[in-house]
């Protein structure tokens, strides 16, 4: 009854806070200490407490009351840290004023007028009536004696963490260091004369010390971060152009070397990510007892990959550069640092036990627990990879990055129907990306893959390069629409990967082959100014792998002397301007009368790079293909961030696919390389090749001429192909008619003794395309990290309903 009572007066207090017309004095502790009773048991019931609309009232109506409501909650727990914050009824008040402020910062942040509140300095004394002008005056500048709510608030988070008996557990008394006077049993004073350094919570990376902590604990952490997380979410409410230009202020000042705690939060945060083992040792044990940690390691997981989004360092004039070997951000330069082989070890085992955690298969049904976070995970990885090439080597050194593979090539196989998923794809997608501009990911592919994960896939037998290869086949055959603007990245990866693959099953070389196919047809070729280079990726493909692999490789051999009209149609593609025209007409034509049959590869005309942006496509842009539905957007429009594991009736959608295709080009020379074969594969794509060579119409839709055709067509890398053509057909053929064969096995075995010395033209170089960080991706990257972050947060629902502007919530 009592708790009941309590929960009444808490609700009558925040309707008086909107409802009085006069401000309520901030001395008035009777009223303003009913918004820190103990009946509030969750940050659930502050927000069932606690409508949005009353908040959005209370800043408009009552604004010195909004004011004093945030400056009392902020002072209540920078006055905590002046103590040792060790008695029950002051850890109730701690967090119930991150209960409170984590209800009402978005509706801070959404406000424009708001925007400079928590940067103005605070009042000399608790804010009155008298003093609203004063204490949400933007401009106001601040001494170091009296610096802004934001500092002072994130200050006392980073204390509050590393507190005895609330966040850690205390230290044995032989650990306790000596007090002021040398006497060892001094205990602190307050938190504020703590070393966090000794409180880490958790053993690993740069701490071995073994660490101890309960479930409560566990809480506490998680209910802090994830106020931390609120205040770090005023990105969510910039456009994308401020969110490009503009540095967020409350990261800023938490990775500076202003916070003291910015090592041992980083390792804690890092540690407790790595040492999280979900399965446990008994089946079914996620069902019997609760888990504590799992909330708080998925709360360091975003406040992470939030804090390594952004590098602050500033050129000259002041502006934000990105500059990987400058880190303003500490918690990037600590991530650079990293360097012992003992913690990449620690860090790579966590990975691949959270990764992998999904897809393990048990003989009975839901007795593991499933982690639903691997989107973060995967953002993380990334960004450890992207400031630390150390660990990124490392990783490729063994075979366990192929660990890290199988997950990811799960996720995008199961997502690449899913429109709300295309956003993991992205990720995943980029991280092979990073990962091929690297001959030892390459090497490591050649591994046998042995099928341990369900996954609806041809069934083969062969190595983990051929399972990549399926995988992809798969998305660009059988993934959604808007997956086409990835196709280039997608055969970039397999062209980096191409001169190290010792063997292919019959199962991929086919799979390759068909590319081909679909996309050497004139009608596609013809129907935009930039598709021909998928045709340029595959030959280059099949060029690395007769030119440095050709002993191991009799499957792809074999299926290219199978398929070999399909070189001779691309050698003696038309050119003229009648024969480009048939060709569209045809194509259209037939696809009206077979529009309603099923098909099995899904292309339009446009697949191009050139025409992603983050606002919607042009009008300019050629039309989608009578193959694709009309009630579809086309590929340039939106993207969407995964919410299949969100109960939340809506979905984010990000801005467009960013270009993918900055990379620099590397060479293996050779001294006598065929510099005419590198020179014809478009690797250099500001946007479309020959463009001067094509014209449009007055209408705006993309015509094809006849120049441009013959610009790209001579420069197509087919002499390679065409010799082994030249060389083998004949003597498959006479073996054939002579021997009878009929048996593919007995050809395969013919082509696996064969040799090409000295018949082939002289080895190209092996061109390797490595990504390169630009503001497109940057940008991309942080819109799609901050809808994850919108979407996994449903409980409580910290962002729903607030006004974001980096990304748009579609209703569903």
């Known amino acids: 009854m009592g708790n009941s009572d309590s929960k009444l007066n808490f609700r009558k207090a925040v309707v008086q806070l909107s409802s009085k017309t006069q401000p309520i004095d901030a001395k008035e502790d009777s009223f303003w200490d009913q918004f820190w009773c103990e009946s509030i048991n969750s940050v659930q019931d502050v927000f069932a407490l606690i409508p949005a609309a009353e908040i959005r009232a209370l800043r408009e109506e009552s604004p010195s009351n909004l004011a004093t409501l945030i400056y009392k909650a902020v002072e209540k727990l920078v006055s905590s840290t002046d103590t040792l914050c060790n008695s029950t009824n002051q850890q109730i008040l701690v967090l119930n004023s991150c209960r409170l402020l984590t209800r009402i910062l978005p509706y801070i942040f959404e406000d424009p007028e708001w925007k400079g509140f928590f940067w103005s300095s605070l009042p000399s004394s608790s804010p009155s009536s008298n003093s609203l002008d004063s204490s949400i005056d933007h401009d106001q500048p601040h001494v170091a004696d009296n610096p802004p709510l934001a500092q002072s608030l994130i200050l006392a988070i980073c204390d509050l963490l590393f507190c005895p008996d609330f966040s850690v557990a205390n230290l044995p008394q032989t650990k306790c260091k000596a007090g002021p006077f040398g006497n060892p049993d001094s205990p602190p004073e307050d938190l504020q004369s703590i070393d966090s350094c000794e409180y880490i919570w958790e053993s690993g990376v740069g701490f071995t010390s073994a660490s101890s902590s309960s479930g409560s604990h566990d809480k506490?952490?998680?209910?802090?971060?994830?106020?931390?997380?609120?205040?770090?979410?005023?990105?969510?409410?910039?456009?994308?152009?401020?969110a490009r230009a503009q540095p967020n202020r409350w990261i800023q000042f938490f990775t500076s070397s202003s916070n003291r705690h910015t090592l041992p939060l980083f390792t804690s945060l890092l540690n407790t990510v790595f040492a999280y083992d979900p399965a446990g040792y008994l089946p079914f044990n996620h069902l019997i007892f609760s888990d504590s940690k799992e909330n708080l390691v998925e709360m360091c997981l975003q406040i992470l990959i939030v804090t390594l989004d952004h590098d602050f360092s500033t050129d000259a004039s002041g502006r934000v550069v990105n500059d990987p070997t400058i880190h303003e951000n500490l918690f990037i330069n600590y991530l650079s640092r990293i360097h012992r082989e003992k913690d990449f070890s620690f860090i790579l085992k966590?990975?691949?036990?959270?990764?992998?955690?999904?897809?393990?298969?048990?003989?009975?049904?839901?007795?593991?627990?499933?982690?639903?976070?691997?989107?973060?995970?995967?953002?993380?990885?990334?960004?450890?990879?992207?400031?630390?090439?150390?660990?990124?080597?490392?990783?490729?050194?063994?075979?366990?990055?192929?660990d890290v593979l199988v997950p990811i090539l799960y996720h995008l196989n199961d997502s690449r129907s899913d429109q709300s998923r295309i956003g993991l794809i992205h990720i995943g997608v980029f991280i092979l990306l990073l990962l091929s501009g690297e001959r030892n990911f390459g090497v490591r592919l050649n591994k046998p893959?042995?099928?341990?994960?369900?996954?609806?896939?041809?069934?083969?037998?062969?190595?983990?390069?051929?399972?990549?290869?399926?995988?992809?086949?798969?998305?660009?055959?059988?993934?959604?629409?808007?997956?086409?603007?990835?196709?280039?990245?997608?055969?970039?990866?397999?062209?980096?990967v191409s001169p190290y693959l010792k063997t292919l099953s019959m199962v991929s070389a086919n799979k390759l082959l068909h590319l081909l196919e679909a996309f050497s047809t004139p009608w596609f070729l013809y129907s935009n100014s930039i598709n021909h280079h998928l045709v340029f990726f595959l030959l280059e493909v099949f060029n690395n792998i007769i030119q440095y692999q050709f002993d191991g490789n009799s499957n792809l051999v074999y299926t290219i002397i199978r398929k070999r009209n399909i070189f001779h149609n691309l050698a003696n593609l038309a050119t003229d301007h009648v024969a480009i025209q048939k060709s569209l007409s045809k194509h259209s034509i037939s696809s009206k009368d077979s529009a309603k049959k099923p098909r099995k590869?899904?292309?339009?005309?446009?697949?191009?790079?050139?025409?992603?942006?983050?606002?919607?496509?042009?009008?300019?842009?050629?039309?989608?293909?009578?193959?694709?539905?009309?009630?579809?957007?086309?590929?340039?429009?939106?993207?969407?961030?995964?919410?299949?594991?969100?109960?939340?009736?809506?979905?984010?959608?990000?801005?467009?696919?960013?270009?993918?295709?900055s990379m620099t080009e590397?060479?293996?020379?050779?001294?006598?390389?065929?510099?005419?074969?590198?020179?014809?594969?478009?690797?250099?794509?500001?946007?479309?090749?020959?463009?001067?060579?094509?014209?449009?119409?007055?209408?705006?839709?993309?015509?094809?001429?006849?120049?441009?055709?013959?610009?790209?067509?001579?420069?197509?890398p087919l002499q390679t192909i065409m010799r082994m053509l030249q060389v083998l057909v004949p003597q498959v053929e006479k073996m054939c008619i002579e021997k009878g064969i009929t048996d593919e096995n007995e050809i395969l075995k013919f082509l696996q003794h064969g040799t090409l010395v000295g018949l082939l033209p002289v080895p190209h170089p092996i061109l390797i395309r490595k990504y390169q960080t630009n503001s497109g991706t940057t940008l991309w990257f942080r819109t799609y990290m901050m809808g994850v972050i919108y979407l996994?947060?449903?409980?409580?629902?910290?962002?729903?309903?607030?006004?974001?502007?980096?990304?748009?919530?579609?209703?569903?």
């Open 220 to 242: 506490n952490r998680t209910e802090l971060l994830r106020l931390l997380l609120t205040c770090f979410s005023t990105t969510m409410y910039m456009t994308p152009n401020e």
């Open 792 to 812: 996994r947060n449903m409980d409580p629902p910290i962002w729903y309903d607030t006004n974001v502007k980096l990304f748009e919530i579609q209703r569903l």
């Open 350 to 402: 966590g990975f691949t036990r959270l990764l992998n955690n999904p897809l393990q298969q048990t003989y009975i049904p839901n007795s593991t627990k499933k982690i639903q976070f691997h989107q973060e995970l995967l953002v993380l990885f990334w960004k450890i990879c992207d400031y630390n090439k150390k660990f990124m080597f490392f990783v490729l050194k063994s075979s366990h990055v192929l």
């Open 449 to 496: 893959y042995s099928a341990s994960i369900p996954m609806d896939l041809p069934i083969f037998t062969g190595t983990h390069a051929d399972l990549l290869i399926i995988v992809f086949h798969k998305l660009i055959t059988a993934g959604h629409q808007r997956l086409q603007p990835l196709f280039d990245c997608l055969l970039t990866i397999i062209v980096n």
């Open 666 to 716: 590397t060479t293996h020379p050779n001294t006598n390389s065929d510099q005419e074969s590198a020179q014809g594969s478009p690797i250099k794509r500001s946007g479309s090749l020959s463009r001067q060579s094509s014209i449009s119409s007055t209408n705006g839709t993309w015509q094809p001429t006849s120049d441009w055709v013959n610009s790209w067509k001579q420069k197509l």
């Open 601 to 661: 590869l899904r292309l339009t005309p446009s697949v191009s790079n050139s025409s992603i942006t983050s606002a919607p496509q042009s009008p300019t842009s050629p039309p989608a293909s009578p193959l694709d539905s009309p009630t579809e957007k086309s590929p340039g429009s939106s993207r969407t961030v995964d919410n299949s594991n969100s109960e939340a009736p809506f979905k984010v959608s990000l801005a467009a696919t960013p270009r993918i295709h």
